[in-house]
């Protein structure tokens, strides 16, 4: 058994996004958790928007959900975790942003596992834009994994969501604070004013002379610009924008029908910013095409940031696949 916390590196060569951009040289880097690649079954993890190729160590992000005799088990599981180029994780940036979608993240990711000779995955999972991606994924290569699991996501950007996207754009641009200010209006859409509600109660912060919840927004602005670079912002951002399996192809159900895969689609209650209710519309609208889909849900007041928070919920949503 092995735990590498060291990236690994593959390179692109000659990579043309669907915007007609050439890249002659992109890396993709990634990490590996528990056995060796090829040695037992192989569950890709997608990051989310601020997340990383870590998915559990130290500074972990998916430490609940994944480890040793957890819901994924990286005793019985090898865990694979790519870094969205241009995320800053590996010390790779990408400046034209706009060069990219999500698709050509996807289309990346699928050549990363070729080249690592990976037959087929056991399972691809993904939280919000990460989910969306993989989505994409599977829409490219309909046979690449036997699960497919988006949490907290759909196979397309949402008008709603675009338009949130658009004032994170504007943020990241105009803002003399700009990754503070914008991760401030995005913890407005990762949670709900229910959450809120429980967690602050109109207290204030005595020794600032402010309400919690300001202190608190303050906090994670803060945070994140310590450890997170504006190109990097723009980058995800811009992919959060653009997932459509759609796009410049045949409708949804003509092509998340040829998906082979178990597709488990899992929806928070209270999600914000990729609704319970498009997801259960996916799912109404797939299964009258597809019998191996399912669609759960959490239930939580902590909107899109419930698959972060409510492990509880999540391991027995996913415990009969792992």
């Not at 043309?16 to 951009?21: L, N, P, V």
């Not at 000779?117 to 290569?141: C, H, P, T, Y």
């Not at 959450?195 to 919840?213: C, D, G, I, M, P």
Request: glycine share 6%.
């Amino acid at each position: 058994m092995t735990l590498e916390n060291k990236f690994n590196q593959i390179q692109t060569h000659n990579f043309t996004t669907e915007s007609g951009e050439h890249y002659p040289i992109i890396n993709l880097s990634y990490q590996v958790f528990g056995p060796q690649l090829n040695t037992a079954p192989i569950v890709l993890v997608n990051h989310a928007l601020t997340g990383n190729s870590q998915v559990i160590g130290e500074q972990g992000w998916w430490n609940d959900l994944i480890g040793e005799s957890k819901t994924i088990d990286t005793l019985k599981y090898t865990v694979l975790a790519f870094n969205v180029p241009g995320n800053g994780y590996d010390g790779f940036l990408i400046e034209n942003y706009k060069d990219f979608n999500a698709r050509d993240v996807a289309r990346l990711f699928n050549q990363g596992i070729k080249n690592l000779q990976i037959k087929q995955l056991f399972a691809i999972i993904g939280g919000s834009v990460g989910g969306g991606i993989a989505w994409e994924m599977a829409a490219l290569e309909p046979k690449i994994t036997q699960h497919l699991i988006p949490i907290a996501t759909d196979w397309k950007s949402t008008d709603w969501l675009i338009a949130n996207c658009f004032l994170q754009e504007q943020i990241l641009a105009n803002s003399s604070k700009p990754i503070e200010d914008a991760r401030i209006h995005a913890m407005l859409c990762y949670r709900t004013p229910a959450s809120f509600s429980a967690k602050f109660q109109r207290t204030l912060n005595e020794e600032l002379q402010v309400y919690n919840v300001e202190s608190w927004l303050a906090h994670h602005g803060n945070k994140l610009q310590k450890r997170f670079q504006l190109s990097a912002y723009k980058m995800m951002n811009q992919l959060l924008k653009t997932i459509d399996i759609t796009r410049g192809r045949d409708s949804f159900v003509s092509i998340a029908s040829t998906i082979e895969a178990h597709i488990h689609i899992i929806g928070i209650d209270s999600d914000l910013f990729f609704t319970a209710n498009e997801n259960r519309a996916t799912y109404e609208e797939l299964k009258k095409h597809k019998e191996n889909v399912s669609y759960q849900e959490i239930v939580s007041i902590h909107g899109h940031d419930a698959f972060l928070i409510e492990y509880q919920q999540l391991h027995n949503l996913l415990a009969t696949i792992f």
